[in-house]
């Protein structure tokens, strides 16, 4: 079992920057890949990007060169570096954490994007 607690939304004006955290439990998280999804309103959840267990990284194709994800094995913590923000990035953040078959998510931040 993990359990996933992410950290770092708010409110910020469009061109600005937030730092997600997400803080997992366990001794193995090392071995999991791990991603960031968002959820607008009335909107499906989408991937935002995802590090695996051995640090390859994806993006979605919007958020590429505006987000970086990395990963902190030693702190069983992910970061999500938003830069660049657009008042359509509003959404709420979830972490997952993936090896098949298990699947983990967080609770979510908000992050709301607005002048």
């Known amino acids: 079992q993990v359990q996933l607690v992410e950290s770092g939304g708010g409110l910020v004006q469009p061109g600005g920057s937030l730092r997600l955290s997400c803080a997992a439990s366990?001794?193995?998280?090392?071995?999991?890949?791990m991603s960031w999804y968002r959820q607008a309103p009335g909107k499906q959840r989408e991937l935002v990007a995802t590090i695996t267990s051995g640090g390859t990284t994806n993006y979605a194709d919007s958020m590429k060169g505006r987000f970086t994800i990395s990963r902190d094995n030693a702190k069983n913590t992910v970061y999500l570096q938003m830069n660049s923000l657009k008042p359509e990035d509003t959404a709420v953040y979830y972490c997952r954490a993936r090896r098949l078959p298990e699947y983990y998510w967080g609770q979510g931040t908000q992050v709301t994007v607005s002048s």
């Open positions: 366990g001794n193995i998280f090392s071995r999991y890949d």
